[in-house]
């Protein structure tokens, strides 16, 4: 798949409502098509939930908590979207834009693994649990095949094969038994001759390992949408924002422009809006609403009562995380940890190690990213709180430095965001169900985008092609 165009050139005038992802993207598409196109955006930057917080960052959410951001030059949270599968359109448009991207570590053997509920004291690398997983799986199924439990499904050849690849598989050896395995890692890292390496002991038994719940982590990234290799844009997400909004042209976005209305006419639409205060409005041939439909179901309008049962039924979500960051990166040298993630039962849920700057001199850690209950828990904290809420977990897992090189942080909450109040939205039966059906489609000159009308919600990639779609429908309306 090549880059997107619109092919043959339209001369409509195009109000876009909402300045995230999906409303750049439509402006920026129907731009290289020769639309005139007017971006209005409530908040004072573009980007939607595309935000990147630096040093000076400031930010009030809606339960009044205000915190400016104090980290270092250089350092970075991606509060909002931070990883990108490579088969993502998100991936065309920084090639497109020119925008550098660099792996981002979605999986790491050397990160930990850590079941507080399933009584876990400390935690273990992913590389420990994997290796005491698949070893006992191994076994098991070893044992079945042997015992003759599998000779109604497979025939002598298979379970040979089988059997073959269960030794490699749990590093089971002629035995077929788990005994450890150097892949657990090693107390002694192997070096020189006399130096062959002391390997982690006290292998804990199969009952031990299927208790302590570690296996349950393994299969994010068998996910198509989480598997590696992932990207992300060198210097932060927003780069794509960034980018979206220059190549749209700055004149033609207006920032701190609330939308009050949207009215469609018989010949165009009249959309409403506050500027610093002041009461305007701009007419156009047509509009794109591409703001949260939490938000839009808010907003006065005169397209219709499915439209609004519609709005209404896209359920709004809840998603935090924070920033930490640390005067010397001490899970590099310290725990030899470069980048990946962290699992938990505790309600920070995830720990993410960056995949920028190693071996620089400070870095910046996702002290939680949680969802659901875990993050409404949260973010009903004050700043301070959930820093040393945060802190105090972490330091479980990876001890005092957690604390004690900590130099500043920034915890952010969608739901609790002004104009978004939500992280993604949850759409029951998928965009395509019926009661969605008025969305996916014009309400006269009215088109809806964004990423809740994809099947990839939560992603930049819904909000790219939900663009794309509408695009395509109000060209092909244009030129006929
Ligand atoms: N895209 C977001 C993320 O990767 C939210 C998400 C998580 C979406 C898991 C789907 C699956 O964190």
């Not at 959410?61 to 990108?84: K, M, V």
């Amino acid at each position: 798949t090549g880059d997107f165009t619109l092919t043959g050139k339209g001369a409509a005038r195009v109000v876009i409502v909402g300045g995230g992802i999906a409303g750049l993207a439509v402006a920026y598409e129907l731009g290289k098509a020769g639309y005139d196109c007017t971006v209005l955006e409530a908040r004072d930057r573009t980007g939607g939930r595309n935000f990147t917080v630096r040093g000076g960052d400031t930010n009030l959410d809606l339960s009044g908590n205000r915190q400016t951001a104090r980290f270092s030059d250089g350092q970075y949270l991606n509060a909002g979207p931070a990883r990108i599968p490579q088969w993502m359109v998100t991936m065309d448009y920084c090639r497109e834009l020119g925008i550098p991207v660099e792996v981002f570590t979605n999986v790491n053997a050397s990160a930990y693994i850590y079941n507080e509920k399933a009584g876990m004291t400390a935690p273990v690398r992913y590389r420990t649990a994997k290796a005491d997983v698949y070893g006992y799986v191994s076994e098991l199924l070893a044992k079945a095949t042997d015992t003759g439990a599998l000779d109604a499904e497979l025939s002598a050849e298979d379970r040979e094969r089988l059997l073959e690849f269960l030794k490699g598989f749990g590093d089971i050896g002629g035995t077929l038994r788990y005994e450890g395995s150097e892949r657990r890692g090693y107390r002694v890292d192997p070096a020189a001759s006399g130096t062959p390496g002391v390997e982690l002991g006290a292998v804990p038994s199969a009952s031990e390992v299927f208790a302590s719940g570690v296996g349950r982590y393994f299969s994010f990234e068998f996910g198509y949408d989480q598997a590696m290799l992932m990207f992300q844009p060198v210097g932060g997400m927003d780069r794509i924002p960034a980018a979206l909004t220059r190549a749209i042209g700055a004149h033609r976005i207006r920032t701190g422009a609330a939308v009050q209305r949207i009215t469609d006419t018989a010949h165009g639409v009249s959309v409403t809006y506050t500027e610093h205060g002041r009461v305007r409005t701009l007419d156009a041939d047509y509009c794109v609403a591409a703001l949260p439909p939490n938000i839009l179901a808010r907003t006065a309008h005169n397209l219709g009562a499915d439209v609004q049962t519609a709005l209404e039924a896209c359920k709004p979500s809840s998603a935090g995380k924070i920033g930490l960051e640390y005067r010397s990166r001490w899970w590099e040298s310290d725990h030899r940890i470069y980048g990946g993630i962290t699992e938990t039962d505790l309600d920070l849920a995830h720990v993410w190690y960056p995949s920028y700057g190693h071996h620089g001199r400070r870095g910046l850690i996702v002290g939680y990213y949680n969802t659901g209950a875990q993050a409404d828990a949260y973010a009903r904290l004050t700043p301070r709180e959930r820093e040393a809420r945060a802190v105090a977990q972490g330091v479980k897992i990876h001890g005092e430095k957690y604390r004690t090189e900590l130099a500043s942080s920034f915890s952010h909450h969608w739901r609790q965001t002004p104009y978004l109040e939500a992280s993604w939205h949850s759409l029951s039966g998928g965009p395509d169900a019926p009661v969605f059906d008025p969305l996916n489609k014009p309400a006269g000159r009215v088109y809806f985008a964004g990423d809740h009308l994809s099947y990839a919600d939560a992603w930049q990639h819904g909000a790219f092609t939900s663009a794309r779609k509408v695009v395509t429908a109000l060209h092909a309306r244009v030129l006929t």
